[in-house]
């Protein structure tokens, strides 16, 4: 089969651990006769810098005309403390998000076996944990309209919700919990907002679509002690955009590093593709950015496509990796592997798993393989 994938790879680490993602796809493309065909375009920081805008309308073109989008990261930390930047790289996702339709972000956590100890929690709260986040992502505060006084001394920004963007990703998250353990934890600040009210009373209208799911609602503030307690209670996450964003962050000390988390960002006829860290600017360069994050946001692109058997490989492989200790100094700190040295594990246990007998152990404390 043949899919067109928009690639881009931003600013940061962006470039590096897309390129380990690309290398994983390809190697799927060989084993499983698919042709995958890669386009690049700018965005963020790099697309201001080139062009003066964050979101160029050829990115923007390239992406509308692609069956998915692979994306890196977007920022710079220029942009970090100066407030006063009128154009600036985030506004281009963000606008990104709103042009592609794409209302629902998906960020599954579920910790790796072997990394239990790697979590700052203890292995005894997030041992078997495994939920979905649930983020709506073109409405509430990050999209409402903004006002700042002529004299900075006053600022608002609206948080606006309808039935129909709430109930959409409703249904979605209810879908997916009818394939898990039937049960959907809406999480709002309803003893406060408007908004808040207006999520549950659409939420408990659709559930009553899907009777065998259980539905439950946290505030926020509760809901982000209870993943750290006991993140074990939870199956599929409901939330609005700026709570999801905060959320999801949070949840990826689970598994031991943001650089394992990877998302799919879902309309009704397009898809994006990231993982959820940042830029990691210090690490740009340097080969030490953790890949995986990227890697498994492609094995998600791959199920979007109906190619599961194939996604199924990439999830293997990375677990294989993270089984032989082939990963980054975030997850080892005294590792000799780098983002590409992970990339190239990867790839080539998709190419050839056989290789895996002729492994040695022992190299792999010296920071080699013997996977060719």
């Known amino acids: 089969m043949e899919f067109k994938i928009a690639v881009l790879a931003g600013d940061g680490i962006g470039p590096e651990v897309v390129l380990q993602a690309k290398k994983a796809l ?28 964050p979101l160029p309308q050829q990115t923007l073109n390239l992406c509308l005309n692609t069956d998915a989008v692979l994306l890196g990261a977007i920022g710079d930390a220029k942009y970090n403390d100066n407030f006063d930047v009128k154009v600036r790289p985030e506004q281009g996702l963000l ?5 592609l339709g794409l209302f629902t972000n998906i960020r599954p956590i579920k910790p790796y076996r072997p990394l239990l100890n790697a979590s700052p929690l203890k292995r005894e709260i997030i041992q078997d944990t495994n939920f979905i986040i649930y983020r709506e992502l073109t409405g509430g505060v990050y999209f409402g309209e903004k006002t700042t006084n002529e004299a900075g001394t006053y600022a608002s920004d609206l948080c606006e919700y309808s039935e129909n963007e709430i109930a959409r990703i409703a249904h979605l998250a209810f879908q997916a919990a009818q394939k898990r353990k039937n ?34 609602f946290l505030f926020v503030d509760n809901a982000a002690m209870q993943l750290i307690i006991n993140p074990k209670k939870f ?46 600017s210090r690490a740009k360069g340097k080969n030490k950015a953790n890949p995986i994050a990227s890697v498994l946001s492609a094995a ?23 089984e032989y200790q082939v990963v980054t100094s975030d997850l080892k700190p005294d590792s000799n592997f780098g983002t590409n040295e992970v990339g190239d594990f990867i790839s080539n246990y998709i190419l050839n798993k056989d290789d895996l007998l002729y492994f040695n152990n022992d190299n792999v404390h010296i920071g080699q393989s013997t996977i060719v």
């Open 235 to 280: 199956d599929i996450i409901l939330s609005e955009n700026l709570f999801g964003d905060i959320l999801s962050d949070e949840a990826s000390v689970i598994t031991g590093s943001i650089g394992l988390l990877a998302s799919a960002s879902l309309g009704d006829k397009k898809a994006l593709f990231e993982p959820i860290h940042g830029t990691y």
């Open 26 to 53: 390809q190697a799927i493309a060989s084993v499983y006769e698919h042709d995958f065909i890669f386009e690049e375009a700018l965005i963020g920081a790099t697309a201001i810098e080139r062009t003066g805008n």
């Open 300 to 322: 998600m692109m791959l199920e979007f496509f109906g190619l599961q058997t194939e996604a199924d490989k990439v999830y293997e492989a990375v677990e294989k990796s993270i």
């Open 183 to 216: 049960k959907v934890t809406v999480v709002d600040k309803a003893n406060v907002l408007e908004t808040s009210r207006l999520w549950r009373k659409v939420v408990k209208e659709v559930g009553l679509s899907y009777p065998s799911v259980a539905l439950d």
């Open 95 to 99: 606008k990104l998000r709103k042009e």
